[in-house]
């Protein structure tokens, strides 16, 4: 368990008596009786941030001198809700976020009736996203977007290319027929999703495969016939979306009551309601066989699988099993006798032993805390900061299978059949993971500096398996890393960022910004493949690779 600064300050406040000098701990608080409040610490896992799962785990230990009268937590400031709490101290659960902003405070109470209070806030929803060449920010609830535009799927509810004389939005362009009140975007090839204050799912794009889920009739077309939707309107059918995810040509949402609704290509099973068919109108996810399953908390896709994590820590997933997206040991095709269609969720067991793993102590089980998944490979990313892959590793997407390690008796396969703890990652402090394409991310804290006098930072990005650079003559040579590397080391405190099949786009965190979420989405960055305008900066050469950030301004 890490203990944050702010703990480490409590426990020395605590220890010498000196209650009144907090310094600038605001998110500890405490309420003094006796002259001694309880000490309580929790891991890293409860930090103040961007989120991609609905749900904050919650563990750690809560001490006193006496007696710990009980430990509760308050939610945007609805009822205090109570925690187990064990004879040692321990506790481990978890809170349900709301879409957008979430004010959490975590209570100790002694039998004296001190109180310490530690207090996050954490945003439930992306305010940034990538597709194919397509990019977007949100700000104030208002959607900005520029890139590719041959669907409309940049929301100008017109088709456009780079070579127009006027129109096409190579820099960010408000996009004033979307509503003003998103609070989360989701992009991915051609098409894009967004949800409202409210709950409610958007779409608009490319839509051939019924992947905006807004039924058959009254399409536009952009490419061929009736393939795209040029106007930004609501999904019937779904209440009280909490999240969204895009694959290639199907989606997911999950809803405030843990449902799982899909829409889109169906051709492996990737919608989850035990059929192959595909369909233009939401359909729930039959979780009807998932013994032992708990309330959905994230939802991810990749071309043509899907998963989702709930809140005991389990994955389970459905749709294609090609490359070993399923993680049972083995690739699905007809060498291995095996039909490619897998229309209801299965239990993958990320975690070795994963079934049986239990402690004493609540807060040493290790469990999975969030999944990203590219085109055909798997990241999960556990409360211990340890992170799993499996799936497609022909790019060393995964690991140990690029530059250095490929056709060497060191390198790791092209598919990795089974969750496969990564090394690189031992002793690191991971926030999140990201993947797309043939690409994968780690947003890490408490990097290290390479000078002695220069405190660690945080919100440092490392990428590993495909990444590209153009030379000044305008060739792109593409690099597999085989581990995560530090490419981008001019961007630091990064909040959170979205990645396209190519391209990617960053938003930075205020350095002036302690415990609140910057909800302010001008401090924005772009990389990777420039087409049509996807980075969203004139003065990027089209069809060339930029791996170094690219400062994108929305406009006033």
Known sequence: MRLSSLTQAVALITATLLLTACGDDSDITTDIIDGTPPLLTTDSNFSSGYSAVAAVFVSGQVQDQDDIRYVTYTLNGKAPQSITVDTNGYFNDRILLDLGENHITL???DGAGNIMRSTKNIYLGDTVAAGGSHTAALHDGQLY???????????TAYTSTHTDIMGHPEIPMLMNNAPKNLKSIKFNQNHSLAIDDKGQVYS?????YGQLGRGQAN??????????????????????????????NHNLVLTKDGSVWAFGANAQGQLGNNTAIDSSIPVKVDFSAAEGVGHIIQVVASSSSSYALDDKGQVWGWGSDASANL???RTCDKANNCININSKPMRINVIANDLSNGTTQQAEKEIVTQLAAGKDHVLALTNKNSVYAWGLNA??????NGIDF??????WASIITTPTKLPWFTDKEVRRVYANGNASYALLDDVASNTSNTPAADGILYAWGMFGETDGKGKTIYENLDEPTNKLSSLKNIDNMAMGTMHLIAHEKPFNQNNGIPFDNRTLFTWGW???????????????????PIPVKLPS
């Open 530 to 548: 420039s087409f049509e305008g996807s980075l969203g900066n004139e003065n990027t050469s089209h069809t060339w690779m930029y791996n170094y």
């Open 204 to 208: 608009w794009g490319n839509d051939t």
């Open 395 to 400: 790019s060393s997407q995964i690991g140990y």
């Open 327 to 329: 993680g049972r040991g």
């Open 406 to 411: 490929k056709n060497t008796a060191n390198a």
């Open 219 to 248: 399409r536009h077309s952009c490419v061929k016939a009736a393939d795209c939707r040029l106007d930004i309107s609501a999904i019937a059918g779904i209440d009280n979306a909490v999240m969204l995810t895009a694959g290639y």
């Open 145 to 155: 977007g520029w890139g590719r535009n041959n669907y409309g799927q940049t929301g």
């Open 107 to 109: 209570a100790a109470t």
